[in-house]
């Protein structure tokens, strides 16, 4: 009997220690599925960008998105999205409020799975425009193809615009307007004299504008008149006749000479004067047919040449050719005010704001000039920057003057 209850007490304490094994392996399992870290991720982003995140999660359900332990609704700014064992976040503008961590959490059969992403905000660059290179001026014969090629800097991306003597261009059968990355051209097809003029692209963005002028000079091919033509080939006709003619009259007068070396004196002068009558008229006429062809073309252009020469070098009075009229800048972004201008002799020029030359504090002003274009520079704009400037232009024949306002903003 003893040995009875041994053995059953024996065999009941085996089973009891056989459920407690499977209850701990059961245990066991459980916590092992209970929480499953799927991938963890880095990711660098940009403040104003939109981002999706994507978690590859098969036969999920309940699904969360969390940052920094706080659920993420679904929403404008956070919206939900599947495809397929994807799951899907879009930020739709990324600030630094989504820097820390972002998980996407989810039931499946083997558990809830975690989806990490650790992420970083970085600022978004907030560059105004400003010319890498700018457009140069040219002349050009007429007839020809030009292009204005510049490379502007800035971001956001610029807006530009080009304008021609002030009026904006827009794109015809003879204009194109074209953009590679940061190069932007203004191309004229077969360009006319009435192409010829001042050329300005101007740049801007939230962050501030920059514009660049040069000028275009077409030129005017000299053709040859229908009536020239016919004159250089009568010309050459009266030549060839007075060539013979000329021949000629040298044979006979040489026969003429023989003859009165045994003659009267009187007689022989008398001759040698008839010859020299005829010779001289024949040359006359010869050199006067031969001018009419190439020594009259000649005198036409260089004519013309100096006709051109004489006007373009008349002093002219300055004119300020553009100027833009008002300005809004962000504070503590550069500004660059551009004015094309001419006149010849070249002027003087005169920046100022409430009587104060801009050039007498070269910390706060910088001002670039070229032969028709001159700049005023605010490397960093300032609140008490905002305010009206001129400028003055003058040389010995007169004077102009312009005004542009500047109008400063906080970001």
């Not at 397929?84 to 409020?97: E, P, R």
């Not at 006359?284 to 062809?293: A, D, G, K, L």
């Not at 003058?394 to 004077?399: D, E």
Request: net charge negative; glycine share 4%.
């Amino acid at each position: 009997v003893l040995a009875s209850n041994k053995s059953k007490a024996l065999a009941t304490k085996t089973e009891i220690s056989e459920q407690v094994l499977k209850k701990e392996i059961v245990y066991g399992e459980v916590e092992s599925y209970t929480e499953i870290k799927a991938s963890h991720t880095q990711m660098a982003m940009t403040e104003g960008q939109s981002l999706t995140l994507k978690a590859n999660i098969p036969r999920a359900s309940d699904i969360r998105w969390i940052l920094n332990g706080m659920e993420l609704a679904n929403s404008e700014d956070y919206r939900y999205g599947v495809s397929g064992n994807n799951h899907t976040m879009t930020i739709k503008k990324v600030s630094q409020y989504e820097q820390g961590v972002i998980t996407c959490e989810a039931k499946t059969e083997h558990g809830l799975v975690k989806c990490q992403f650790n992420t970083t905000v970085t600022e978004a660059r907030s560059d105004a425009p400003s010319f890498l290179v700018q457009p140069r001026s040219q002349n050009v014969n007429e007839g020809q193809n030009v292009k204005f090629t510049c490379e502007i800097a800035g971001e956001p991306a610029p807006e530009i615009e080009w304008f021609k003597d002030n009026i904006m261009i827009s794109m015809t059968s003879n204009t194109k307007l074209s953009r590679s990355k940061n190069v932007y051209t203004l191309e004229i097809i077969e360009a006319t004299v009435a192409d010829s003029g001042k050329y300005t692209i101007k740049a801007k963005n939230k962050y501030g504008q920059c514009s660049a002028t040069s000028s275009l000079n077409i030129i005017t091919l000299v053709e040859e008149p229908a009536k020239m033509v016919i004159m250089e080939q009568r010309a050459a006709a009266a030549s060839l006749h007075s060539d013979s003619f000329s021949a000629t009259s040298v044979h006979m007068a040489g026969a003429s000479m023989a003859k009165a070396s045994m003659a009267h004196e009187g007689s022989f002068q008398r001759q040698f004067e008839s010859m020299s009558a005829a010779s001289m008229s024949a040359m006359t006429s010869e050199s006067m047919v031969s001018m009419s062809s190439s020594s009259m073309m000649k005198m036409s252009i260089d004519t013309l040449i100096n006709s051109y020469l004489f006007f373009s070098h008349c002093p002219v009075a300055p004119k300020i050719e553009f100027l833009p009229e008002d300005i809004s800048i962000e504070l503590g972004r550069p500004l660059s005010v551009s004015c094309a201008f001419s006149g010849d002799p070249t002027p003087e020029i005169e920046w100022t704001r409430t009587g104060k030359q801009c050039d007498e504090d070269s910390d706060r002003f910088h001002i670039e000039t070229t032969e028709d274009l001159t700049t005023l520079v605010i490397p960093c704009v300032k609140e008490d920057d905002a305010g009206a400037y001129t400028l003055k232009l003058s040389n010995k024949l007169g004077s102009a003057m312009a005004t542009v306002n500047i109008h400063t903003r906080s970001m």
